[in-house]
């Protein structure tokens, strides 16, 4: 970038002509000496000097990493992103290092990241994500998703490499866009590749970096978000999400990061009144469900906070479930979510039995439970009632 521009040129040609000027000059000198050669002489260097000062200012912004990391982005243009789609239709799925434009400025990003300059990576990652986003559609969604996507996996594991969680959390915020963006336009790949990145990174994530944790499940609660305001359409990746969803939680509790899982129930709790006014059937079961599975966890580990939370988030969706007359239409038959609800209530329960005689508190926890489900039943109760009334 540098060798090419028209300043570095423009100075060259101006210092050598001068040097080669003097020495000719000097060479030729006889007494008495004429002056207009010595005021040439003066001119050029003078020229020389004052070129100087633009060249250096210009040098200084034309080699800041900012603008390098433009330079070499535009070059990644549709013709180049068509001439590379061969390497993407075989198993391998990668580009040699020769024919790779996105190396150098992946190179900057890794380096930046390595030498704690989190200014450059930060804005790196963003270029990158406007690239991507400024080429992408249903035609090319596959090979333009494995190219960018796969640049922004090896910039999230040399991320976690140098413990920038600054990075991490940037790559991982950019995995839940391209997966919502993507899925709102009824891409198939993308979701699917994006879900699999944030799995990829987020369980590195889980042990050391719970902010780097807390934007994975903010991630995958923006798609199942997406998902559920176009009416759970995509049953893959639906089950992609959930299975990330469980398996997450089974690491943290092995880890004891119960803080964490606690921010996990929490994102559902704010999912909870779009999925029943949608009327989701399938994804309020597959959510009461991981709660009732979080639940019974939390019983066998005794960590009160986390058992009280999931019973909660039960109990408010059952009601809302309640009021709504939330039926389930499934080929197997009809299925009542409130009363589904009550059955996942109590499994906990019947968990929570096992360990009454080690402690009062766990007869504060049947008590709650207990409450819970005659509350969901007396909803269920009125309503049947009104609707009886209006008949």
Not at 77 to 106: C, H, Q, W
Not at 162 to 181: N, P, R, W
Not at 227 to 239: Q, V
Not at 344 to 355: M, N, Q, R, V, W
């Amino acid at each position: 970038i540098h060798i090419k521009s028209l300043i570095f040129w423009t100075v060259i040609v101006v210092y050598l002509g001068s040097l080669f000027y003097n020495i000719l000059m000097l060479g030729r000198l006889e007494a008495p000496v004429e002056r207009r050669y010595v005021e040439v002489s003066m001119l050029l260097t003078g020229l020389s000097f004052t070129l100087l000062i633009p060249y250096f200012f210009i040098t200084m912004v034309r080699l800041k990493p900012e603008s390098v990391i433009s330079k070499h982005l535009v070059k990644i243009d549709a013709d180049y992103l068509n001439s590379i789609k061969g390497f993407f239709k075989g198993e391998e799925r990668r580009i040699p290092g020769e024919a790779d434009k996105m190396l150098s400025v992946t190179e900057i990003i890794e380096k930046s990241i390595g030498n704690g300059d989190r200014g450059t990576a930060r804005f790196g990652i963003d270029e990158i994500y406007k690239r991507y986003m400024g080429h992408l559609n249903k035609e090319n969604e596959a090979y333009v998703s494995s190219y960018f996507l796969g640049h922004i996996l090896g910039i999230g594991r040399e991320a976690i490499i140098e413990a920038d969680d600054d990075s991490m959390v940037q790559v991982l915020d950019i995995f839940g866009k391209v997966g919502t963006y993507t899925l709102a336009q009824k891409m198939d790949y993308a979701p699917k590749m994006a879900l699999e990145d944030i799995d990829i990174i987020g369980f590195k994530v889980l042990k050391d970096y719970d902010i780097a944790t807390q934007q994975m499940i903010n991630s995958v609660q923006a798609m199942l978000r997406e998902l559920i305001n176009m009416d759970g359409e995509n049953e893959k990746i639906l089950t992609q999400i959930f299975t990330l969803y469980h398996d997450a939680s089974d690491a943290l509790f092995t880890l004891k990061k119960y803080r964490m899982i606690k921010y996990l129930v929490n994102s559902f709790s704010e999912l909870t009144d779009v999925m029943i006014e949608k009327k989701q059937c399938d994804i309020v079961e597959r959510t009461t469900s991981l709660l009732e599975m979080i639940g019974v966890y939390a019983v066998n580990l005794d960590t009160r906070d986390i058992i009280h939370q999931s019973i909660h988030s039960l109990h408010t969706i059952g009601i809302s479930a309640a009021k709504h007359k939330l039926i389930w239409e499934t080929p197997k038959g009809t299925i009542s979510i409130p009363e589904r609800i009550i059955d996942h209530l109590l499994k906990i329960e019947g968990e929570t039995l096992k360990y009454k005689s080690k402690s009062k508190e766990f007869d504060i926890i049947i008590n709650e439970i207990e409450y819970a489900r005659k509350d969901i039943e007396k909803y269920l109760k009125k309503e049947a009632d009104f609707s009886d009334l209006w008949h």
